[in-house]
Every structure is written in C-alpha cells, then in structure tokens.
C-alpha cells in the first residue's frame, strides 16, 4: 500500500511539479546599460550582439523577501550560445572595491530569479561576493520564443552562459567564479562544473536529479530494473502521443504547477511544496505556482543523464541536504559519484527540502560563504 501510494503521488509530483511553466511574453523594451538601481538594465558591452531578444523587465521590486539595504541591486541581461537572453538579477556589496569574487545562482527548477535564488544571491552578496540570480531560458522574464520549456543542455548552458557575463565584468574577478544551484538547478550546476573549468567552485542546495526523477520516479532505489524499463516505455508512449496532439493543436500542452486545492492524502513533501510555491512565495511568474512546463519536457531529461561526468569535476564542490527531506538521496547519490578531498556533502540537521528554500535559521549561509571565500580567495 505504501509503494502503490507513492506511485499515485509520483504521477501528479512528476507531471505537475518537476515539470511546471508560466507564459511570460517577451515583448519590446528599452535595455539601456544604466545601473544602480532596482529595474534599471546593464549591458557589456553598447553594441548589440546578433539576434539580440529585447525583454521586458519588471522595474518593482517584485521579490518574495524584503529588498536588503546593504547591498545594491540592479537588473542585467545576458545571452546563451543558443542565443537566447536571459534575465538575472545582480546583487552587489555596498562596500566593494576593486574586482571580486562571483557567484551565479538558480533554481529551484520551476522557480524564478524573485523566489529562493534571489535570497541565496542576495544574502551572499550581503557577505562579500557579486551574485548574479538568474532565470533559465524559456521562464520567468527570461527569452526564448516557446515558453515555459526545460532542456538538460540548454539549463547547463545558461550557468556556463552566466558565467561568459561575470567573466567580461569590469568588477569581477574571472577567474574566482562560482555556482549555486538550488534543487534541479543543483544537478545542472554539477553538469555545469563538469564541463566549464573556469567554474572554480560549486555549491548544490537540496539537490534533485531531474534526469533521474524523470526517467525513474520518486524513491527509485525501492524498484527493480524490469519495473523501471516497463514505467519509462509507458511515460514515453503518452509524452510522443502528447507531441502529436501538440503538433496538431499549434499549442503545448502544460504539465501543471502544484496540485491546488491540496488533497488531504497529500505526502508532506507535496504539503510543504505547497506552502511555499502557493502560499509563503507566491509568484505570477514561477512555473510551479502556476500551470506548469509543457508536459513533452520530460521526454530529454528521461534520455540525457545530468550527472554522466559528475566524477570529473576537479574543482572544489559542497552539497548540502536537509536531513528530513524526500530529496536527501538524490544529493547522497552524486556525492559518492565525486572525487577528491576537496569535495564536502552537509547534512543540515531537522531541515526538510524546502527549509534550504527560504527558512534563514536552516540555510548554512556561514558554511556556504567560508566555502567561497576559501576556494575562490
């Protein structure tokens, strides 16, 4: 009984959670490079690059946490090797000088830059580091034509295209960047550092494999290999038949954010993701607030293994996993794919997987910052 009710809430978790999308349309705007204050945009560079989106950014500060007031915050845009232009958040320390040690920052995975990425950027910042807390490509204010789409590359991508951003900074120093990834996000940065050596230092938050709970489920490690083969042919029969009334439709079909109403059998996992994308960190633009990803996301992450090269990251990477959270394997897992003694997994006593998502007495920020500062000076 217990393993068919995990299986009735995976389905609803899997279509409606992990794969969740809000339509944002990009629309015309001006993208000065003016700085220095909440709404205003900086560019590089003045010249255009070829196939520039030009978004349309909030000026409000439309955050779910209060604005600091020891830091300065202003909006950037940056682009992808796609050419898709993503829109990021960036986080400054009043007292800074000269050019600094950065972080880029994303996730949860249907999250936006307003909810737990900013608090992670910003409290950072708050503790002597340039943070940059970004939106992924196809959500939130970020571009990219069809909306509210997840891809394993072009996700990995947007860490390595934000780090192409902090790189040519004037204020940041290129060669002491890091990452952050918050749950999904937490696998694409270990896909990220495996394949971008000029990311000296990464840190997960509540990890999840997002190819693995695709491909698999929930709690995976509970079934056998035939079980698993006979679940992922049936979800890829229903995800291709769903590209042919997609195609069909001219539209994409939305997988669904949290369930809401909550039904009262709810896990406490689903009761808590609820509370915070519903409830404590509403946001109009987050996926998983709202109506979801289009449902034919899951067909890549179910091929395309994230964590493939997961045993190649030579620089330095700190997990960190609530002791009480559903997710804590996915963060156990990766870490024993890792190699060298300047790899580090914390266990955060009592936290559950949203308390790394806003709750400030659960999240080791003090940990997380001397990480940093060690190993990117």
Same mark, same amino acid.
Request: aromatic content about 10%; overall charge neutral.
């Given at each position: 009984?217990?393993?068919?009710?995990?299986?009735?809430?995976?389905?609803?978790? %899997?279509?409606?959670?992990?794969?969740?999308?809000?339509?944002?349309?990009?629309?015309?705007?001006?993208?000065?490079?003016?700085?220095?204050?909440?709404?205003?945009?900086?560019?590089?560079?003045?010249?255009?690059?070829?196939?520039?989106?030009?978004?349309? #950014?909030?000026?409000?500060?439309?955050?779910?946490?209060?604005?600091?007031?020891? *830091?300065?915050?202003?909006?950037?845009?940056?682009?992808?090797?796609?050419?898709?232009? #993503?829109?990021? /958040? %960036?986080?400054? &320390?009043?007292?800074?000088?000269?050019?600094? &040690?950065?972080?880029?920052?994303?996730?949860?995975?249907?999250?936006?830059?307003?909810?737990?990425?900013?608090?992670?950027?910003?409290? =950072?910042?708050?503790?002597?580091? !340039?943070t940059m807390a970004f939106d992924p490509s196809f959500i939130g204010e970020s571009g990219g034509n069809v909306r509210n789409?997840?891809?394993?590359?072009?996700?990995?991508?947007?860490?390595?295209?934000?780090?192409?951003?902090?790189?040519?900074?004037? /204020?940041?120093?290129?060669? $002491?960047?890091?990452?952050?990834? !918050?749950?999904?996000?937490?696998?694409?940065?270990?896909?990220?550092?495996?394949?971008?050596?000029?990311?000296?230092?990464?840190?997960?938050?509540?990890?999840?494999?997002?190819?693995?709970?695709?491909?698999?489920?929930?709690? /995976?490690?509970?079934? /056998?290999?035939?079980?698993?083969? $006979?679940?992922?042919?049936?979800?890829?029969?229903?995800?291709?038949?769903?590209?042919?009334?997609?195609?069909?439709?001219?539209?994409?079909?939305?997988?669904?954010?949290? *369930?809401?109403?909550?039904?009262?059998?709810?896990?406490?996992?689903?009761?808590?993701?609820?509370?915070?994308? $519903?409830?404590?960190?509403?946001? &109009?633009?987050?996926?998983?607030?709202?109506?979801?990803?289009?449902?034919?996301?899951?067909?890549?992450?179910?091929?395309?293994?994230?964590?493939?090269?997961?045993?190649?990251?030579?620089?330095?990477?700190?997990?960190?996993?609530?002791?009480?959270?559903?997710?804590?394997?996915?963060?156990?897992?990766?870490?024993?794919? %890792?190699?060298?003694?300047? $790899?580090?997994? =914390?266990?955060? &006593?009592?936290?559950?997987?949203?308390? %790394?998502?806003?709750?400030?007495?659960? !999240?080791?920020?003090?940990?997380?910052?001397?990480?940093?500062?060690?190993? =990117?000076?």
């Amino acid at each position: 009984m217990k393993n068919l009710k995990k299986m009735k809430w995976f389905s609803f978790v %899997l279509a409606g959670l992990t794969l969740a999308g809000l339509v944002m349309p990009v629309d015309a705007a001006d993208v000065s490079s003016k700085s220095g204050k909440a709404g205003a945009v900086h560019r590089i560079s003045s010249t255009p690059w070829e196939g520039e989106e030009h978004l349309k #950014l909030t000026s409000a500060w439309d955050k779910t946490f209060p604005e600091s007031d020891k *830091v300065d915050h202003t909006k950037v845009t940056f682009h992808n090797r796609y050419g898709i232009t #993503l829109a990021a /958040d %960036l986080y400054m &320390p009043k007292n800074r000088q000269g050019r600094m &040690p950065a972080l880029a920052v994303a996730g949860p995975f249907g999250a936006v830059k307003e909810q737990a990425a900013g608090i992670y950027a910003q409290k =950072l910042a708050e503790m002597g580091f !340039i943070t940059m807390a970004f939106d992924p490509s196809f959500i939130g204010e970020s571009g990219g034509n069809v909306r509210n789409v997840a891809s394993p590359d072009i996700n990995t991508e947007d860490f390595c295209a934000a780090v192409d951003y902090l790189s040519n900074r004037s /204020d940041v120093n290129p060669d $002491k960047i890091g990452i952050l990834g !918050i749950c999904g996000f937490g696998g694409m940065a270990l896909n990220a550092a495996a394949i971008d050596t000029r990311i000296k230092a990464t840190v997960t938050s509540t990890m999840y494999d997002m190819s693995r709970v695709t491909a698999n489920g929930y709690f /995976d490690y509970e079934k /056998d290999s035939d079980t698993l083969k $006979k679940e992922r042919m049936e979800r890829r029969k229903a995800l291709n038949q769903q590209r042919t009334e997609d195609y069909r439709n001219g539209t994409y079909q939305r997988a669904g954010g949290v *369930v809401d109403p909550l039904p009262e059998d709810a896990p406490q996992f689903v009761k808590d993701y609820h509370a915070y994308y $519903k409830g404590r960190a509403y946001h &109009p633009r987050s996926p998983n607030s709202n109506d979801g990803w289009n449902t034919t996301s899951a067909l890549s992450f179910t091929n395309m293994p994230l964590l493939s090269y997961a045993d190649e990251i030579e620089n330095p990477v700190l997990i960190i996993h609530g002791e009480k959270a559903h997710s804590r394997y996915f963060s156990e897992d990766a870490f024993r794919k %890792l190699k060298g003694n300047n $790899k580090e997994l =914390l266990i955060v &006593p009592g936290a559950n997987h949203t308390d %790394l998502y806003d709750n400030m007495n659960k !999240i080791p920020f003090d940990k997380i910052a001397a990480f940093f500062h060690k190993y =990117l000076g």
